[in-house]
C-alpha cells in the first residue's frame, strides 16, 4: 500500500508544474507541523477517546494523497459521517492487528498530504482511469 502511494507521489510530481503541489506535514493529532496553507484536516471526534478521524479540507480543483510517516504496522481505516456509507476522504490509522474491547485505538504517527491539480492527474500517461 505504501509503495504504491509512494510510486504515485513520484510520478504525479514528474508530471506537476512544483509550483501547483501543495504538501503539509501533520502529527498523530492533525496539528499542521509545516506545509502550505492551504493543505488542512479537520478532526472529527468520536464518543470514544481512544478514536478520531480525520479529513482533508477542499480546495477547489485539487485531490489529495496521504500517507503516514511511520507506515511500519499501522493500517489506513475509512469512517463515515452518521448513518452514510464508508467515505473514503474520512481517515484514522489504527493498529495492525491489535483490536481492544472498545475496537481499535487510533494510533497516533504523523502523515503527510500532497495535493495536486486534478488536471495533473488527468493527464495522458496518468495511472489514473487506465
Known amino acids: 500500500m ?6 504515485l507521489v513520484d510520478f504525479v510530481n514528474r508530471l506537476a508544474d512544483q509550483a501547483a503541489i501543495k504538501v503539509a506535514y501533520f502529527d498523530g493529532d492533525g496539528t499542521k507541523i509545516s506545509g502550505d496553507p492551504d493543505v ?30 511511520h507506515p511500519e504496522g499501522v493500517i489506513e481505516q475509512n469512517g463515515k459521517l452518521t448513518d452514510q456509507t464508508y467515505d473514503a476522504s474520512i481517515f484514522r490509522y489504527i493498529p495492525a492487528g491489535r483490536m481492544s474491547a472498545t475496537g481499535f485505538a487510533n494510533v497516533r504517527t504523523p502523515f503527510v498530504i500532497h495535493g ?15
Do not use: C, M
Open 116 to 130: 495536486y491539480p486534478v488536471s495533473v492527474l488527468l493527464r495522458s500517461g496518468s495511472p489514473v482511469g487506465s
Open 40 to 69: 488542512n484536516v479537520d478532526v472529527i471526534s468520536t464518543n470514544v477517546s481512544t478514536t478520531w478521524y480525520f479529513k482533508v479540507q477542499t480546495v477547489a480543483g485539487y485531490e489529495f494523497l496521504r500517507y503516514p510517516i
Open 2 to 7: 505504501i509503495s504504491d502511494v509512494l510510486a
